[in-house]
């Protein structure tokens, strides 16, 4: 009876450190979300700043609920990624480092930094040029089919909501502006997706790590 009470309040033990790495892993990605958006809008402020002569980023970037939205976005990205990837398996994680993951994420405020300071003839080259900087993102970073299915979805979806809240006048743009965001918004959602779903799977690998050494060290 001893031996089974012990072993009860350890599986208790193990669900609830699991449930807090959860969470705490939720956090982090929740405020790394809204950190990209804030540098985003930052990047967005300085180039409608220069070409549109307003200091304004635009109703979508400076509306309150965006980094919310994509605070919970990241959140559910970097937390359901490596369900995704791994099922349970680790193993091809072990040669991934932070280093790699910190190479992604400046990868990707490259990109933000192309889309703001480079002067592109028509948004079609630019979205062309995006599309390409955020394919090398996810080939570099990541290579895998769940990771490219996941960033075009995330991608479609914030195209999609960025277009219903135009049509119902939620944000109210200028057609001009309306094509430059449309041209960029698909590109730095999908890379922002591929970054998020590195550093979830990065956080993961730690909590994993972290949970078969205890789990050993009983």
Not at 4 to 18: P, T
Not at 114 to 125: E, I, L, M, R, W
Not at 142 to 155: L, Q
Request: proline fraction near 2%.
């Amino acid at each position: 009876f001893s031996s089974l009470s012990i072993g009860s309040l350890n599986i208790i033990e193990r669900k609830m450190r699991s449930a807090s790495q959860l969470l705490l892993r939720g956090f982090i990605l929740f405020f790394i979300g809204m950190l990209f958006t804030f540098v985003l809008n930052i990047l967005q402020n300085r180039r409608t700043s220069n070409y549109y002569k307003t200091t304004n980023s635009g109703p979508l970037l400076s509306s309150w609920w965006l980094p919310l939205i994509c605070g919970s976005g990241s959140a559910f990205v970097g937390l359901i990624y490596p369900c995704l990837k791994n099922k349970g398996d680790h193993s091809d994680l072990n040669c991934q480092e932070w280093s790699h993951v910190l190479r992604c994420v400046a990868m990707f405020v490259g990109i933000n930094e192309a889309c703001t300071k480079v002067d592109f003839p028509s948004n079609t080259q630019l979205s062309v040029s995006l599309g390409v900087l955020s394919i090398g993102l996810w080939w570099y970073c990541d290579r895998t089919k769940i990771g490219f299915g996941m960033g075009v979805i995330v991608a479609a979806l914030a195209t999609l909501l960025t277009q219903m809240l135009v049509y119902h006048r939620v944000c109210v743009y200028t057609e001009r502006e309306f094509l430059y965001v449309r041209s960029w918004l698909p590109c730095v959602v999908f890379s922002g997706g591929i970054t998020v779903a590195n550093i979830g799977k990065q956080l993961a690998l730690n909590d994993f790590s972290d949970g078969t050494n205890k789990s050993h060290a009983e």
